[in-house]
């Protein structure tokens, strides 16, 4: 089960984690042709923005940016403690609360997302919140694990 394997957990979370970026960036370049940013050469350009297209395309730049400044430390963090974790002589409940973390960084970076792009607060600061502590779990776990595997 993908649950009970660091490794496989991680193999599945680091794709899903670069297909929301995908995601969040091909909307990006989507809301920046709508709203006439695009370069003369794009054929669906708009010429005439209104305003409304203007703050759309600038709340998806904040969230690709804010994408493109997170993302690779979460993927550092879930990579690093998967790979910490990975020795037998780390206990199944650092495994589990692990492997917690990461399903958990995943679910609140994605929903940080759509409720940034929704524009509710405060939902957006608590969401970062969150995924910030699993990021910092994660980076705890790390030394940990590491401690506990050359122990023995």
Not at 121 to 134: C, D, E, G, I, N
Request: proline share 5%; net charge neutral.
């Amino acid at each position: 089960m993908p649950l009970e394997d660091p490794i496989l957990a991680a193999s599945i979370l680091v794709p899903l984690l670069m297909v929301k970026a995908w995601a969040t960036f091909g909307f990006q370049g989507t809301m920046q042709r709508r709203a006439g940013k695009g370069v003369k050469e794009d054929w669906n350009r708009n010429d005439a923005p209104t305003a409304e297209d203007q703050e759309t395309c600038d709340r998806w730049l904040r969230i690709s940016q804010n994408d493109l400044e997170n993302l690779p430390f979460g993927i550092f963090a879930i990579l690093f403690s998967a790979f910490a974790t990975f020795s037998p002589f780390v206990s199944d409940g650092v495994r589990g609360f692990q492997i917690a973390c990461q399903v958990l960084y995943v679910c609140f970076r994605t929903a940080h997302t759509v409720v940034m792009a929704l524009g509710i607060q405060p939902w957006r600061t608590v969401l970062y919140f969150l995924a910030q502590a699993m990021f910092v779990c994660m980076l705890l776990i790390i030394p940990i694990a590491t401690f506990a595997a050359f122990r023995r």
